[in-house]
């Protein structure tokens, strides 16, 4: 049986070890990397629209050319704040106004757990296994130029596609079986990465305090989601940002977020 993934103490167990942060990387980007160590804790100050992504899994390359970000998205948040996030990944390195060159190349791998719908200007849903922006320019007839420019990718394993490469169909495979079918996992054991991950989210494997730690984080999460569904059902009704967070515990900071986001649905 395994722990599920969308869960963050198993999520951070999984993608903290070396084997399986850079066998996902190579599979997803098509980049091998070598990096010192991973760290759980980077954060902008302040948020990004009053939210911080969590969990994340943040590496630099030991030659320090490249930062490279995994980060599970469990609620729905809009496009435009992962977007801004990114952007402000490559923007912060900005040092003077006289020096605008990014010395790092991003790379930002953003995991939608939940059924993530994003909208497009006409607002039909884009119901997608794998988005990715590449930022390398390209000329009038499609031929791209390869400035080893910054990468940004949102994979979600609720809308499967036929032509989503093998390498990159492992890990989603394994991220949604491991939620919707954690006792029977048909997962490909021949990927290293995969194997190397099975491994260490096994409920057999996980500790006595891995487990608890893993129970409460379930339990918050659940109350987070039905705090967030009960202030999107106020701001339907028109309450005041007081009421609901009264009513909700949240912050009115996160409830005016959900304000945009809704206006944004419209």
Not at 55 to 71: G, L, R, S, Y
Not at 72 to 81: A, P, R, Y
Not at 206 to 222: F, G, M
Request: aromatic share 6%; net charge negative.
């Amino acid at each position: 049986m395994l722990g599920n993934l969308d869960n963050e103490v198993i999520f951070k167990k999984a993608f903290t070890n070396k084997t399986v942060f850079k066998a996902f990387v190579k599979d997803v980007l098509g980049i091998e990397v070598e990096i010192d160590k991973i760290e759980t804790e980077k954060k902008f100050d302040p948020p990004i629209g009053y939210i911080d992504f969590e969990p994340v899994c943040f590496a630099e390359t030991i030659d320090k050319k490249a930062i490279i970000k995994i980060q599970s998205i469990e609620d729905d948040h809009d496009f435009n704040i992962l977007l801004h996030s990114f952007l402000r990944s490559i923007t912060q390195q900005q040092k003077s106004a006289n020096a605008y060159s990014a010395k790092q190349t991003v790379y930002v791998i953003n995991l939608l757990m939940s059924p993530y719908n994003i909208k497009q200007k006409n607002g039909e849903t884009i119901q997608e296994e794998v988005l990715v922006i590449d930022i390398n320019p390209q000329t009038l007839n499609g031929v791209v130029r390869d400035l080893g420019a910054h990468q940004f990718v949102c994979l979600n394993p609720n809308h499967p596609k036929q032509d989503t490469p093998q390498r990159i169909r492992d890990w989603l495979d394994l991220i949604y079986q491991s939620i919707h079918s954690p006792e029977r996992p048909r997962l490909n054991t021949q990927n290293e990465g995969i194997r190397k991950a099975i491994e260490l989210i096994s409920f057999e494997n996980l500790t006595p305090q891995e487990r608890a730690q893993a129970e409460n984080k379930e339990e918050a999460q659940i109350g987070r989601l039905t705090s967030m569904e009960s202030a999107k059902n106020g701001i339907k009704k028109g309450y005041d940002d007081a009421v609901i967070a009264d009513i909700t515990g949240l912050s009115i900071a996160e409830i005016q977020q959900l304000r945009t986001n809704t206006d944004s649905e419209k």
